[in-house]
């Protein structure tokens, strides 16, 4: 073959390949967004959890407690929460403006989902791994049968399987099975948060899920998103700017209170903008701890694919890895070089004459 003809054969390729990446991305951001909006709306549908209901909690207090509360209820703005943000309300207008859009349009995937058996079970199962999981009890398997009859028992691996995805999907909560002997579990943070000021919601559960979905699609916007995208990411979630959610409650006293003053989102003006405009950046605690790679991980998961399947930010994530683990080892090397120099010289071996 002539090398012009193989030349364009090769542009050819180069460009259909560069068009797959670009909708394999599209489509990894787009499933993950109705993934985790699905499995948040079963959550919040779930029927309670034998646990709480044991303790005396009337079944449907909780619920009908927070769907009382108007959805137009004003909500603290940044300014209230103590964090600086001047375009803050600017920026979540435009996901107010959405609030008009009425639940039956978003009832079809849910309900039918809800039809499903297996789903309510995992759903069960997902209310009573909540109340261990602010219990802080051990999670035995032979507490979680006993919630099934005999009928599903036989489906408890699914049920499981379905119930852990949801937990790692909204909650970034990965339930791992810790005594094979006694088939006892914990429900591990994926983000490597210490236990003390690890980011939650008004009732106590972890949002770690949501802060990795939002740090997942600010690396796929470079590192840094406009306002505009960051609610328009939250609306596909079902969350809404004034709008009361019955898991993380009001999100922007999340975002502000939570995520931002905790250091783990920057919010900032964007340079030279005029007039202003805002965007959202991994803040200082999401840097030091968790990764490109580790989010990059989850957010394949949720989708249903693997990192390697996004090249560009695979490799963004393989190079912050790199850059991760060089700057490990120099503070090694810092810390012997300090720890002989404390020392001080060793004193020299007498001689015999």
């Known amino acids: 073959m002539p090398r012009g003809q193989k030349s364009k054969r090769r542009a050819r390729e180069r460009r259909h390949q560069a068009r797959a990446e670009t909708q394999s991305l599209k489509g990894a951001q787009a499933t993950e967004a109705a993934a985790a909006a699905a499995a948040a709306a079963e959550i919040e549908e779930s029927p309670p959890s034998p646990a709480s209901v044991s303790r005396g909690t009337p079944p449907s207090s909780r619920a009908a407690g927070a769907r009382r509360e108007p959805q137009g209820a004003p909500a603290t703005s940044s300014r ?8 803050y309300e600017e920026g979540a207008r435009a996901s107010e403006d959405e609030e008009s ?3 039956s349009q978003e009832a079809p995937s849910t309900h039918s989902t809800w039809r499903d058996p297996l789903s309510r079970k995992a759903s069960k199962l997902v209310g009573f791994l909540l109340e261990k999981y602010k219990l802080k009890e051990p999670i035995l398997q032979a507490e979680m049968l006993k919630i099934f009859s005999k009928k599903y028992k036989k ?6 399987r379905r119930a852990s995805e949801r ?3 909204v909650f970034g909560l990965e339930l791992k099975e810790v005594d094979p002997s006694r088939h006892s579990y914990a429900l591990i943070s994926k983000l490597a948060l210490p236990s003390e000021g690890s980011p939650s919601d008004e009732s106590g559960l972890p949002t770690s899920g949501l802060l990795m979905s939002l740090l997942g699609m600010i690396l796929r916007k470079g590192n840094r998103a406009t306002e505009e995208e960051f609610w328009e990411f939250l609306n596909a979630l079902g969350l809404y700017a004034g709008r009361r959610h019955l898991i993380f409650g009001e999100p922007r006293r999340l975002i502000s209170e939570e995520f931002v003053q905790q250091k783990y989102l920057t919010y900032r003006q964007v340079p030279n903008s005029d007039p202003p405009r805002y965007e959202f950046l991994w803040g200082p605690r999401a840097h030091a701890e968790t990764s490109k790679m580790k989010v990059l991980e989850f957010v394949a998961k949720t989708a249903g694919t693997i990192p390697s399947a996004v090249p560009d930010l695979y490799e963004e994530a393989l190079q912050d890895e790199e850059e991760r683990a060089g700057v490990r080892a120099a503070a090694r090397a810092a810390a012997v070089a300090e720890g002989s120099a404390l020392a001080g010289p060793r004193p020299r071996s007498s001689s015999h004459i």
Do not use: Y
Request: hydrophobic fraction near 40%; charged fraction near 15%.
């Open 167 to 169: 937990m790692e999907l």
């Open 101 to 103: 859009v009425s639940t």
């Open 80 to 87: 209230d929460a103590g964090v600086s943000c001047p375009g």
């Open 155 to 160: 489906h408890f691996p699914e049920i499981l």
